[in-house]
């Protein structure tokens, strides 16, 4: 098993900026993708970022390419999410998967285990 525990969130203003973490524990050596996913109220999860074991691969939601990016430190089993110039669109709890199957996915299904989300408020 792989536990995973995001931090990070909070309440920011519009064009601020926030770092997300991801904390991977357990079987680590058992991860190869990873990707960032959000959820906001009333609305389904989707997809927000994703990355490669090596961080050969990232790829991007088109509604944060250019603000947002993902990172990985295999070596210390934590990945990263670097928001910057935010938006009121995107409040949402942000949420950390991994996957032990798969080295790149941007959909939830390729992922068998999930943090327990962190809250990101951004007010206008």
């Known amino acids: 098993q792989v536990q995973l525990v995001e931090s990070g969130g909070g309440l920011v203003q519009a064009g601020g900026s926030l770092r997300l973490s991801c904390a991977a524990s357990g079987r680590t050596f058992s991860v190869y993708g990873m990707a960032w996913f959000r959820q906001a109220p009333g609305q389904e999860r989707e997809f927000v970022a994703a990355i490669t074991r090596r961080s050969w691969t990232k790829d991007y939601a088109d509604s944060v390419k250019g603000r947002f990016t993902i990172s990985r430190d295999t070596a210390k089993n934590t990945m990263f999410l670097q928001m910057n110039n935010l938006k009121p669109e995107d409040t949402a709890a942000y949420y950390c998967?991994?996957?032990?199957?798969?080295?790149?996915?941007?959909?939830?299904?390729?992922?068998?285990?999930w943090g327990q989300g962190t809250q990101v408020t951004v007010s206008s």
């Open positions: 998967a991994a996957s032990s199957t798969v080295d790149f996915a941007t959909t939830q299904g390729s992922y068998d285990y």
